[in-house]
C-alpha cells in the first residue's frame, strides 16, 4: 500500500509541476504580432475572437505571473494562427486568485484575430 501510495504521490507532483512552464508557441505562430491597439480596418480583415489562458486550481500556485501571461499570449498566438491571422488585438487579460492562494493562479487573454496587408 505504501508504494502504491507514494507511486500516487510522486506521479501527481510531476505531472503537475510539468505545469509550471509557459506554454509554447509554435514556430508558426511566433511571428504573429499582439497589439493594444485596435488595426486599421482599411488593411486588415477580422477573423475572429480568440482567448488564450494558463494556469489552473492546481498549477497555478506553481507558476510564475510571467509564465501565467507569456503562456497565455503564446495560445493566443496559437489560435490565431490556426485562424490565419499575422496580428492579434488584444481586448482585455484578466488575472485570478484562489481564496486562499499567494499569486495568480490564472491569465486569461482575449482577443481579436486579423490578416493584415501593411
Not at 477580422?46 to 507558476?63: A, K, P, R, V, Y
Not at 507569456?70 to 488575472?95: F, P, S
Request: charged share 20%; with cysteine.
Amino acid at each position: 500500500m505504501k508504494k502504491v501510495l507514494g507511486f500516487s504521490i510522486l506521479s501527481l507532483l510531476i505531472i503537475g509541476l510539468g505545469g509550471c512552464a509557459a506554454k509554447q508557441v509554435s514556430k508558426e505562430a511566433s511571428i504573429i504580432e499582439i497589439v493594444n491597439e485596435k488595426p486599421n480596418m482599411k488593411n486588415c480583415k477580422f477573423l475572429g475572437e480568440i482567448i488564450g489562458s494558463q494556469g489552473n486550481w492546481f498549477t497555478g500556485d506553481f507558476t510564475s505571473n510571467k509564465d501565467l501571461v507569456v503562456g497565455a499570449r503564446n495560445e493566443l498566438r496559437n489560435e490565431a494562427h490556426i485562424l490565419g491571422a499575422n496580428i492579434v488585438y488584444i481586448q482585455d487579460m484578466k488575472n485570478t486568485n484562489k481564496f486562499y492562494s499567494l499569486g495568480t493562479t490564472n491569465t486569461t487573454a482575449i482577443g481579436k484575430a486579423y490578416k493584415c496587408n501593411y
